[in-house]
């Protein structure tokens, strides 16, 4: 039996969403195995002078719980 599980992440670039997005799952695989999909939940940004400073993606996470045995 597999079980998932999902965590809830926030990435951020000060270039794009997208770029948020793909920092999100990179620093997630860092310390995170046997990810499975990721799921993205809204995009935000920090705003400033009514320019962007920074994209941020919040993102949800799942990945494939691994039993020791």
């Known amino acids: ?3 998932i599980k999902i965590v809830e992440v926030i ?4 270039k ?4 948020a997005t793909k920092n999100a799952l990179e620093e997630t695989a860092d310390t995170i195995r046997n990810i499975k999909s990721i799921d993205v939940e809204r995009f935000t940004a920090k705003v400033e002078k009514n320019k962007i400073l920074e994209y941020r993606a919040v ?3 799942a990945f494939a719980v691994q039993r020791e045995k």
């Open 11 to 14: 990435g951020s670039s000060p």
């Open 16 to 19: 794009s969403w997208e770029d």
């Open 59 to 61: 993102v949800r996470i």
């Open 1 to 3: 039996m597999v079980v």
